[in-house]
């Protein structure tokens, strides 16, 4: 098993699109990954295990110093092996060379201890508008 990890990776959209059905658990879309995060990200971390991608993760930008985590994905046989502690690392690190200072995620419930125990995010008050 040889993993590596991207940043601003190449990368297929069907493999994409298969990945984030599956993790997110519906049906498989035909999304042009590519040319949205091209277009709307400061940067995206592929993570591949001997060439075959088992891990995604989008960070979005105010162009400032503001960076999002968005649409961390990890196959799911290859859950809970770090890469999704490993992909938001290397968002992290990317994200701060950018010039940000700050990095934000929302997520659901089940995913807390992931966020803050193994990512290192720390628990602050938001507000959310459901459009």
């Known amino acids: ?3 590596t990890y991207e940043w601003r990776g190449d990368f297929d959209n069907v493999a994409v699109n298969a990945l984030h ?6 049906r498989s879309v035909d999304v042009d990954w590519l040319t949205r995060v091209q277009r709307h990200s400061l940067g995206w971390v592929c993570a591949r295990d001997d060439g ?3 891990g995604f993760v989008n960070v979005v930008w105010d162009g400032g110093v503001h960076a999002f985590i968005l649409d961390t994905v990890v196959a ?8 999704g502690a490993e ?5 992290a690190r990317q994200s701060r060379e950018a010039g940000c200072q700050w990095l934000h995620v929302d997520f659901v419930d089940d995913l807390r ?3 803050f125990d193994a990512c290192g995010f720390k628990p602050t008050t938001a507000g959310l508008i459901a459009l």
Do not use: C
Request: aromatic share 10%; glycine share 10%; charged share 20%.
């Open 1 to 3: 098993m040889t993993m």
């Open 21 to 26: 059905a599956a993790g997110f658990d519906h």
């Open 52 to 54: 075959e991608l088992v």
């Open 76 to 83: 799911g046989a290859r859950r809970r092996s770090g890469i």
């Open 87 to 91: 992909l938001v690392a290397v968002a």
């Open 113 to 115: 201890s992931f966020y």
